[in-house]
């Protein structure tokens, strides 16, 4: 059990993938203007992170190697990290048109997310079990959501501070997003 919670409190904080792996940067940016939208992307990449990588295992281990087709992982990863977004959008605007709307474009764009795919990737990779692959892939989900939470409530606290006029607007982001940056960087101190 001491493994997995390893395993998870690595992916979420040592290793975040925004934070210290620097991916999913375009809807980390685009989407943390507000805390309620940034929770919805979060939310909906943590459902298609968990289910593609599982997806990804179980096509990789069932099929890909057995016919030994393992070229294809990319591709056949790709195709199922669609279909889930498709299926993530469609349940969004059944069940919640504003956060529907106010998710726009960035939520067909889970699909080109880095993090999706880096995860499916690196499961295959790193080789793990069935068990390591859900508490990994929701770790690195989970620390995608942390990352859209921290940042859209700083952001939103900004919005209210005397800023200097060169710094306003996207500036102020990039600055705060380098020293959120620094300090998980600290978790692994700064050593590989």
Sequence with gaps: MGHYFYVLIGVLLVH???????LGICPFLGVS??????VGMGV???????????AAF?????????????????????LVIAALV?????????????????????LPL?????????????ITQKKFGLMETAVYSFG?????????????????RLEL???????RGIAIALVTAGILSLSFMGFSGLVK
């Design 110 to 122: 889970i699909t080109t997310n880095c993090i999706v795919l880096g995860v499916a990737v690196l």
């Design 44 to 54: 909906s990449v943590i459902f298609v992170v968990v289910l593609s990588s599982i």
């Design 33 to 38: 203007k507000r805390l309620e939208t940034s």
């Design 58 to 78: 179980l096509i990789n281990r069932w099929i890909l190697v057995p016919f030994k087709i393992e070229y294809l992982q990319t591709i056949v990863y790709i």
């Design 161 to 167: 501070a005397d800023i200097p006029w060169a710094f």
């Design 140 to 156: 690195a989900a989970a620390g995608f959501l942390l990352a859209l939470v921290l940042f859209a409530g700083i952001r939103e």
């Design 86 to 106: 498709q299926l993530v959008e469609m349940v969004i605007q059944k069940t919640s048109p504003v956060l529907y709307q106010a998710l726009g474009i960035f």
């Design 16 to 22: 975040n993938f925004v934070f210290s792996q620097f």
